[in-house]
């Protein structure tokens, strides 16, 4: 296997122009920050999310990278989505119980304005807290302060299986 990662990483290298680089790197970067446990999840060091979390919010910035493009230059809507939700999530799962965990039933997002700028921050609070669900808001703001996103998720408040 390593042998044709090596191969498929040369090619890439060989084949690519600054602008493929520039993306491999950030690709690259991101799975050694998971790695290295600066980030808990791959998708967290594949968009570089800054965390900063508090009993009250939680916050996230994230680089705008080529990565996240869409087709017409903008940040593809779906990295905006993933965001809000781990925005919303990361103080959700903070909220509950010991031994419990939350995960989103419901997501409800209203796209403002392109994804466009140096990077995004988002920054959730908690709306209602239940025994068995949490709702949440999260807003997704560009670095010129533009709101781009407005968000509300549902979270269900389950028990961890032990493994």
Do not use: W
């Not at 419990?100 to 466009?116: C, D, E, K, M």
């Amino acid at each position: 296997m390593k042998k044709d990662l090596h191969q498929l990483l040369d090619e890439c290298i060989s084949h690519s122009g600054e602008q493929e680089l520039a993306a491999l790197q950030t690709v690259l970067t991101g799975i050694k920050n998971k790695l290295d446990g600066k980030n808990s999840t791959y998708i967290d060091g594949l968009m570089h999310m800054d965390r900063r979390l508090d009993d009250q919010t939680c916050e996230i910035d994230i680089p705008i990278t080529s990565v996240l493009d869409n087709t017409l230059g903008i940040v593809h809507g779906g990295f905006t989505a993933t965001l809000l939700d781990t925005t919303m999530g990361t103080l959700a799962n903070k909220l509950v119980p010991d031994g419990y965990a939350a995960v989103t039933s419901q997501l409800n997002i209203h796209f403002l304005a392109p994804g466009i700028g140096d990077k995004l921050h988002c920054k959730a609070s908690l709306i209602h807290k239940g025994r068995s669900t949490l709702v949440l808001e999260a807003d997704v703001f560009r670095s010129d302060g533009k709101k781009i996103a407005s968000s509300s998720g549902s979270f269900f408040v389950i028990e961890k299986q032990h493994k």
